[in-house]
């Protein structure tokens, strides 16, 4: 069945460190990708998208790429802050669209 | 305005008890969610719903039992509480529309059982 792996946190950072936060899926067909955002103590909240092979989604400084032939849509920032301290989700979405599978989370600290 | 709300923010009951937890959107979207997140943030779907009717329905204890009076409400309710239904529960919707979906999530409700 479809399903989503992501690297194991937690993360702790320096300020202005480099991120990378790997994912890659299993689906058949061509799912779409996302990457959710959780901070403390809060919902999660959609971080970016694609829906289809090498678009990339893009917000805040964050950056993934869809990579059908690697399977992966790994997160990347190229400075980390602060306030970007928080849980980040990788998710797939089947076809059938009333299905989503998360990955099991990452945790980021950055220290200043 | 709030897009996707849940009463209560907080829930501290005993174990046996009887619990009720409450989901709203405004968003106009046809499909919503109940998930668990554990301890160690694992976020796992429990229902979902379509239009009032129950589409997904993982493994979960039938003491959970999900209520939609409306699209726009997606209540769960818990009976004879137990110590490891202690967790997250958020609440979320989309609109069914395509594998391009995103969901919105609500606040989510803390649910501690002693």
């Known amino acids: 069945g479809d399903s989503v792996t992501q690297m194991e946190g937690p993360v702790t950072l320096s300020e202005e460190a480099f991120l990378t936060i790997n994912c890659t899926y299993t689906a058949t067909g061509y799912p779409s990708l996302f990457w959710y955002v959780q901070y403390p103590g809060e919902g999660l909240q959609l971080l970016l998208k694609?829906?289809?092979?090498?678009d990339k989604g893009s917000n805040k400084g964050f950056e993934a790429t869809y990579r059908k032939e690697t399977t992966s849509f790994h997160l990347e920032k190229g400075s980390v802050q602060v306030s970007d301290s928080a849980v980040y989700f990788c998710?797939?979405?089947?076809?059938?669209?009333?299905?989503?599978?998360f990955g099991t989370g990452t945790s980021l600290t950055v220290i200043p | 305005d709030t897009a996707v709300s849940q009463t209560p923010k907080y829930l501290v009951t005993q174990m046996g008890n009887d619990k009720s937890i409450k989901c709203e959107q405004n968003l106009g979207h046809d499909t919503m969610y109940w998930y668990k997140q554990d301890s160690k943030k694992f976020l796992k779907i429990m229902f979902s719903?379509?239009?009032?009717?129950?589409?997904i329905n993982e493994t979960v204890p039938n003491r959970f039992s999900p209520k939609s009076p409306d699209k726009a409400h997606l209540n769960l309710h818990i009976n004879s509480l137990e110590l490891g239904d202690s967790a997250v529960y958020f609440c979320?919707?989309?609109?069914?529309?395509?594998?391009?979906?995103?969901?919105?999530f609500g606040p989510g409700t803390r649910l501690t059982v002693l």
């Open positions: 719903y379509n239009n009032k009717e129950l589409i």
């Open positions: 998710a797939l979405s089947a076809n059938t669209g009333n299905q989503f599978y």
């Open positions: 979320a919707s989309s609109q069914v529309s395509g594998s391009w979906d995103e969901q919105f």
């Open positions: 694609a829906t289809k092979a090498d």
